[in-house]
Structure formats: structure tokens, C-alpha cells
Nanobody, 123 residues
Framework: QVQLVESGGGLVQAGGSLRLSCAAS????????MGWFRQAPGKKREFVAA????????RYGDSVKGRFTISRDNAKNTVYLQMNSLKPEDTAVYYC????????????????WGQGTQVTVSS
């Protein structure tokens, strides 16, 4: 089992950047594929990015491609989401998730979730 805690959210102006972190506790973090999802009020949970256990494979949602970058540091049990060129439509609660299978982009494929961190982008 793994516990996930997100941090790094906040208020930023459009065009700005933020870096989210997700710290994992528990065993064998390096065996988990990780993902980031987001959910805005009144909207469905949306896939943002995912990374394989080794970091060798990544995947992005269409709305963030070219702007966001997912990475991980297995020595620090942490996964990151670097968000650049932020837009007001990126405003949402961002969730970190983990699962022990191959890299995935569907929320139902993830077994463990953090509590979320709010990102607000002002215009």
C-alpha cells in the first residue's frame, strides 16, 4: 500500500508556472506507475499525465501536451508535475494517483489517490 500527499498548488496568473509534487510513503514506490488527474467544479475527473515506474514512458492529456511535464525521482519517492503556460481553464483540484500495472490514463485503473491540491489560474 502507498500513501500519497500532493503539494505545490496555489494561485498563479495566466502564462505563469507551477510545479506540483506528490510524495509517496510506503514500500516499493519505484514499482508503481503514477498519474496526475484534475477535476474542476461541475466537471468529470480529467487525465493530465502519467509516468511508468521507471520514468521511461510518459503520457499526456491532449489539453496539456507541450505545456506540462511529468517526472519522478524514485530515490525521493516523489513524482512531479511541471506546469508551464498556465491557462484559466487549468484551474482545478489536481490529484496524484498510483497503481502497480503499466502506465495508464484512465482513473479507474488507479488504486491509490492523494487528497488533492488546488490550482487556480487567474486571467
Amino acid at each position: 500500500q502507498v500513501q500519497l500527499v500532493e503539494s505545490g498548488g496555489g494561485l498563479v496568473q495566466a502564462g505563469g508556472s507551477l510545479r506540483l509534487s506528490c510524495a509517496a510513503s510506503g514500500r516499493s514506490f519505484s514499482s508503481y506507475a503514477m498519474g496526475w488527474f484534475r477535476q474542476a467544479p461541475g466537471k468529470k475527473r480529467e487525465f493530465v499525465a502519467a509516468i511508468s515506474w521507471s520514468g521511461g514512458s510518459t503520457r499526456y492529456g491532449d489539453s496539456v501536451k507541450g505545456r506540462f511535464t511529468i517526472s519522478r525521482d524514485n530515490a525521493k519517492n516523489t513524482v512531479y508535475l511541471q506546469m508551464n503556460s498556465l491557462k484559466p481553464e487549468d484551474t482545478a483540484v489536481y490529484y496524484c494517483a498510483a497503481q502497480r500495472r503499466a502506465i495508464a490514463s484512465n482513473y479507474y485503473e488507479y488504486d491509490y489517490w492523494g487528497q488533492g491540491t488546488q490550482v487556480t489560474v487567474s486571467s
